[in-house]
């Protein structure tokens, strides 16, 4: 790990502790989404596992808006810990993936020992100037290599991917599927460099869920395509659920599916470690 990646946890904790929370707490708009995202950054504020570290901020008519992120170190965290980044909010019109991964950093928040001696990144809400502005632009199929000028979020997401050095990247999204769609992509079609088995059938319950894979060489956008600029062969899991389901259930399947990933990596890094 290059001397970077070694102090990303000294600086993320000196860089929350000193930066007010209304300071970096944007003025979305919509009660449910702003109050959601308050109640979070206060959370993190007392929190010694969840930290608030927005990145940027950037520019934008006369304004700076910063990205939001939440870093998780569990305990028993330490440099070589397994680094995992979580992405939503891709799409400014939909915006449910966005509130299910707030509340499971609620949730992480409260019961830290969920994630033990893991490093987790989170960026529930990418697409920023879309839903500030009304920008309308397509962040899904953004290159990560060479993002537009206008997409200055994928411009900060691949520099923080860059320094951060994650082993693996998942993203959350809707899909028009009548089941949970589950895209994997790794150097090797499986599980990339953790060695890690990240899900299968029986972590979704009684929900419907349909398998895709694709090889490392059809990434053509994602945080995957960066993968070359990284000292090991990350993967990247998609997780689509479906948008014709009501927010209760979306919430509910998206958080059961991300704590199982989390224990996953959590019992691999324990028994690497004899914790």
Known sequence: MNAIARTTRAN???????????????SFRGGTLQERLSRLYQIAQRSDYVFASPLGPFFRLGRHYPLPRFVYFGPHTSDSSLRLAFYAGQDHTDLRATTALLHFIERLATTPDLGHGLNLGFFPLIDVAG???????????ASWTWPADDQEEIALLARDVRLSAYHGFVRLESTAADEITVRLRGADGGAGYTGVELLN???FGDWPVRWEGEPLSSAVHGPLTLAGDLPHAPFELTLAIPAAWGDVEYRQATTEVLRNIIHRHRAFEANAWHI
């Open 131 to 141: 839903f500030l502005l009304g920008d309308n632009r397509n962040l899904a199929n």
């Open 201 to 203: 059938s029986a972590d």
């Open 12 to 26: 993320t904790i000196a860089a929350a502790s000193a930066t007010p929370v209304l300071a970096v707490t944007p």
